[in-house]
């Protein structure tokens, strides 16, 4: 199983639609999660971190469960300016020569374009 | 802030050529991270350093070579470029590295080797 695993995708929709990425991770151990965006032929930014609980910014919303290994990301009311690459990114910790350090997994994304 | 800095924006090389990208944070980041990012594939981590005078290999550090002298800069060398090498590369700061931290990054590289 890969470490992350997105939706390959791509995704085309109509502005208005509602979109959601699946991201699963393999580590158990995994700490945190995050979605990044990333535009074409740019670098990428940090869109959102995952909690727990599920949170929400905007039209956007993630959602972590932990026992499925699986996080989420909805996407409602969607405009053009939201096509982009979605990353899925896992934050691990690891343990080595005493001590712990954390490391983040990126997915390969997935390519969502939102049509006029 | 300008934030992450990197050059050039793009290049090509030949085969055995060799090229340092810069990279540059001015956001006082202990924590700098290069990446390269193949197309459809995701970021693969080549080196990081969590410091000045610290560097440690990432995920994929063969064909490569870093340092880090400053806390602001942190080169990457390569020494003879191979086609495998062709991609974009990413250079990336964070200020600490916990559960939630974030990483910046620059613009990014587009190297062809040929």
């Known amino acids: 199983r890969k470490e992350v695993e997105q939706d390959p995708g791509p995704f085309n929709v109509p502005e208005g639609a509602t979109v959601a990425f699946n991201c699963t991770y393999s580590?158990?151990?995994?700490?945190?999660f995050f979605w990044y965006r990333q535009d074409c032929r740019k670098e990428p930014k940090l869109l959102m971190s995952?909690?727990?609980s599920g949170n929400e910014d905007g039209r956007f919303t993630a959602q972590l469960n932990r026992a499925s290994q699986y996080i989420s990301l909805l996407i409602r009311d969607s405009k053009l300016s939201d096509s982009a690459t979605y990353l899925c990114?896992?934050?691990?910790?690891?343990?080595?020569?005493?001590?712990?350090?954390?490391?983040?997994?990126f997915g390969k994304g997935t390519l969502l374009t939102v049509n006029p | 802030n300008a934030g992450v800095t990197q050059t050039p924006k793009f290049r090509i090389l030949k085969i055995g050529q060799s090229m340092t990208l810069q990279c540059t944070q001015d956001?006082?980041?202990?924590?700098m991270y290069w990446y390269r990012q193949d197309p459809g594939m995701g970021l693969k981590l080549i080196y990081y350093s969590v410091g000045a005078g610290i560097t440690d290999k990432g995920e994929v550090p063969n064909g490569y070579n870093v340092s880090r002298s400053t806390t602001e800069d942190f080169p990457l060398r390569l020494e003879l470029a191979a086609p495998s090498q062709t991609s974009v590369y990413f250079c990336?700061?964070?200020?600490?590295?916990?559960?939630?931290?974030?990483?910046?990054f620059g613009p990014g590289t587009r190297l062809t080797v040929t």
């Open positions: 580590n158990s151990a995994s700490q945190s």
């Open positions: 990114v896992v934050n691990m910790i690891y343990f080595e020569g005493g001590g712990s350090n954390y490391k983040l997994t």
């Open positions: 995952v909690y727990s």
């Open positions: 990336a700061s964070s200020y600490r590295r916990d559960r939630f931290y974030e990483q910046y």
């Open positions: 956001m006082n980041h202990n924590y």
